[in-house]
C-alpha cells in the first residue's frame, strides 16, 4: 500500500530508474503521466529535481536532497502499514543495521544478541560496508540505525552517541615499544607499518599527523582488513595501527586476534577528530524494535564496551 503523495512516489521511481519511460513501466502508467507528476513537483518546489539528458534524467543536487527525504518518508511509511496491520502483537519485528567493519567484530553482534535475549521476536539483518556507506544508507532509509565512524559535522543524520576512539599501535611482544604506555608519531614510524587503505578514516587522520610533523612514511603494507595485519604484526614483519574504546572490560580476557601481541596508545592529537558513532536518520520515525535496539547500542558505545576497531 502505497501512502506517499502521489507525484513524490512518481519522482522516487524516476530517480530510482533514471528515465521516465522505466518508471512509467515500473509504475504501471503512462510516460505523460509520470512526467506531468515531476513538472508539478518541481513547479510547486519552485526548483529543478532532474537534469534532462538524451540518455535519461539526473538528479540535480535539490533533486538528491528530495530523494533522501523521499526515502525516508517511503520507508517509514512501510513501517507504520506493517505495524497497522501486525499489531503491537506481532511475531517478528526487523532492525537493519549498518556498520563499518571494526564494529562488526564484537559490538554489533553481541549487542543483537544481547538484545534477542529480552526480545527474541525481533531479527536482524546486518551489513558490514565502508563508514561512509553507512551512513547513507540510513539517510536513505535502506538501514534503521548505523555504527560507523565520522570526522566532522554529518548532515541528515541523528547522531545518538559519539565516543571518541583512540588509536592503538599493534606491538609484537618482545619489541623494543612492548613495554611503553603511549608512542609518539615519529616514533611509530621509525618501523615497518602496516596501514589501511587511503580512503579510511583512521588512515587520513595519519597522513594528516605526519604531514604535520614533517615525517615520510612508505608502508610496507596496506590493507583494510584486520586479520591480515595483526598476523604481519605477528610474523615480524612491523607494526599496525588500531582503534580502541577505553574502558572495554574484555581488554583483561584472551583474544585470538591480538596473540602474541600488546596495544600501545599512539599520543598525537590528530586522532581526537574521529567518532564512532551511532547514527539514525533525522526526522524519521523508527519503529518500537529499532528504537529499542538503538537505545542498547547507545548504551554498549559509551560503556566501552567493544573490541578493537579500525
Same mark, same amino acid.
Given at each position: ?28 502508467? $503512462? ?17 529543478? #529535481? ?111 552517541? $559519539? ?13 623494543? #615499544?612492548?613495554?611503553? @604506555? ?11 607499518? $602496516? ?19 614533517? #615525517? ?7 590493507? @583494510? ?63 518500537? $524494535? ?21
Amino acid at each position: 500500500m502505497q501512502l506517499l503523495p502521489v507525484n513524490l512516489a512518481y519522482f522516487l521511481e524516476v530517480a530510482r530508474a533514471g528515465s521516465v519511460t522505466e518508471a512509467a513501466r515500473v509504475l504501471g502508467v $503512462a510516460p505523460s503521466a509520470v512526467s506531468r507528476q515531476v513538472a508539478k513537483l518541481e513547479s510547486g518546489l519552485g526548483v529543478a #529535481l532532474f537534469d534532462r539528458r538524451p540518455r535519461g534524467m539526473t538528479l540535480t543536487d535539490a533533486g538528491a536532497r528530495l530523494l533522501a527525504h523521499a526515502r525516508r518518508t517511503e520507508a517509514e511509511s512501510v513501517t507504520l502499514v506493517d505495524e497497522l496491520r501486525a499489531g503491537q502483537g506481532a511475531e517478528e519485528r526487523g532492525v537493519a543495521v549498518a556498520c563499518a567493519e571494526g564494529f562488526a567484530h564484537r559490538l554489533v553482534p553481541r549487542a543483537i544478541a544481547a538484545f534477542r535475549r529480552e526480545h527474541p521476536e525481533v531479527s536482524f539483518r546486518l551489513d558490514v560496508v565502508p563508514r561512509q556507506e553507512a551512513t547513507r544508507r540510513v539517510v536513505e532509509g535502506i538501514a534503521d540505525v548505523a555504527v560507523t565512524y565520522a570526522m566532522g559535522p554529518q548532515h541528515d543524520v541523528r547522531v545518538e552517541c $559519539a565516543v571518541v576512539v583512540p588509536v592503538s599501535a599493534v606491538v609484537p611482544l618482545g619489541h623494543e #615499544l612492548a613495554t611503553r @604506555d603511549r608512542v609518539g608519531l615519529a616514533e611509530l614510524c621509525a618501523h615497518p607499518l $602496516a596501514l589501511a587503505s587511503p580512503g579510511t578514516s583512521q588512515r587520513e587522520l595519519f597522513d594528516i599527523g605526519v604531514q604535520l610533523e614533517g #615525517l615520510t612514511v612508505h608502508p610496507a603494507l596496506v590493507c @583494510d582488513a584486520l586479520a591480515p595485519q595483526y598476523e604481519f604484526v605477528r610474523a615480524g614483519g612491523g607494526l599496525a595501527l588500531v582503534g580502541h574504546l577505553v574502558g572495554d572490560p574484555d581488554d583483561q580476557l584472551p583474544d585470538p586476534a591480538a596473540e602474541g601481541v600488546t596495544h600501545i596508545r599512539v599520543d598525537h592529537p590528530v586522532f581526537r577528530q574521529r567518532e564512532a558513532q551511532v547514527q539514525t536518520a533525522a526526522g524519521r520515525r523508527l519503529p518500537w $524494535a529499532a528504537t529499542r535496539f538503538t537505545e542498547s547500542l547507545v548504551a554498549t558505545l559509551r560503556s566501552g564496551r567493544s573490541s578493537r576497531l579500525r
